[in-house]
């Protein structure tokens, strides 16, 4: 039954296959940025400022606490941080977020959603807005950062 289909509309089957190819890239990328994501944080430059952000957990992200506390236990190691990892907008010193493609940007969307499980109040609707302002992106990409936190059923996760 469904070969002659394939046989008449042999145009949209050969389509459909290379649509079905180039997801699959997109899916082994991602699945390399997981594998790869924060790996710096086990360097010499890195480790021992990282093992100290535990502390942080009873800090309101974004909060002025927040700020003063990265900056004081991570310092270098955060400058060294963002400098090797292109999931942060800070990597992109005159286009931050701008300057990302598509699959880093959901990337950092990911990081920021799992950042929020480190936090008691952690929430990344909040994160959103919060990281709206501080980075300067507009209400358009805050509404889309939204809509693929529910697309990935993210907010529901714990």
């Given at each position: ?100 493609d598509l ?10 959603r ?45």
């Open positions: 039954m469904i070969l002659p289909l394939i046989k008449t509309h042999w145009g949209t089957t050969v389509h459909k296959w290379h649509v079905f190819r180039f997801m699959l890239k997109v899916c082994i990328l991602l699945m390399w940025k997981a594998i790869k994501h924060d790996l710096s944080k086990y360097s010499k430059d890195e480790a021992s400022a990282f093992t100290k952000a535990g502390r942080l957990k009873n800090l309101t992200y974004g909060s002025d606490e927040y700020k003063l506390q990265i900056r004081e236990l991570l310092g270098p190691a955060l400058d060294h941080h963002y400098e090797h990892n292109a999931h942060h907008p800070e990597h992109y010193k005159r286009l931050g977020i701008d300057g990302m699959l880093t940007e959901i990337e950092m969307l990911v990081d920021w799992a950042a929020t499980l480190r936090h008691k109040d952690g929430n990344i609707g909040r994160s959103i807005i919060i990281n709206q302002e501080r980075f300067g992106y507009d209400s358009r990409r805050a509404r889309r950062y939204h809509r693929t936190i529910e697309a990935l059923n993210l907010e529901l996760e714990n």
